[in-house]
């Protein structure tokens, strides 16, 4: 069955729904996919992993990767990483996100907008919103995670918001060694510049990233751009 318009949008025409009617979001999120002829968000959900990118996205990510995923609000750069750090449960490693942005009833919400339930996951899955989060805090957290374990960051830019972290760059090149020492899976949700206009170019790419701060792109090595169900991926040759 088609969908009459790309996951995101009829995401974010729950995410509408649920503030317009004043109800949660994954009823909103059931009543469109009724509409879309489903009994249910999981059902549609279920279907549209099978053909999801994640999986394929994951299959291509290794132990020590640093990876940047960039895109606009609202076309997905979140649940993308989200569904990344499920495809790593799946596999029977740990994923753990921080954010700076989201609270954990945010992030359950996203988890279920992806057809997931973190109760299948058991002790997989860690969450973690401190006001603190900069490299230093994010490697004494992982002291003990084991090799290949996916970590989600939220977001690139806000890690040297405070003034008494070290540059962003000091702090991108500690998690780089710290990922290839430990074997983990690093991965940045990144902020796009305003000035990225998708009628020039379907996707946003590395030179479209949004630096307030100094920072050499290259320390990525592999990088993924969404733009209106677009996905590009690419890793460093």
Known sequence: ????????????????????ENIPLHVALDRIAV?????????????ESAAAPAGKLFARLTPG??????ARPGHGKTLISLELAVEAMKSGNRSVFFTLEYTKNDVLDRFRTIGA???HFDELFEFDNSDAISADYIIKSLGLAPRGTLVVVDYLQLLDQKRENPELMTQIRKLKSFARDRELILVFISQIDRSYDPLKKPCPDIGDVR??????????????????????FQAAS
Request: proline content about 5%.
């Open 65 to 70: 990767d640093l990876v940047l995923v960039g």
């Open 117 to 119: 339930e973190l109760t």
């Open 211 to 232: 630096l307030p701060n100094p920072l050499d792109l290259s320390l990525f090595n592999k990088t993924c751009f969404l733009n209106k169900g677009e996905i590009r």
């Open 35 to 47: 509409k879309e002829g489903f009994g249910g968000w999981s059902l549609l959900a279920t279907k």
């Open 1 to 20: 069955m088609k969908l009459s318009a790309p996951i995101y949008l009829l995401k974010r025409k729950a995410r509408l729904l649920s503030r317009e």
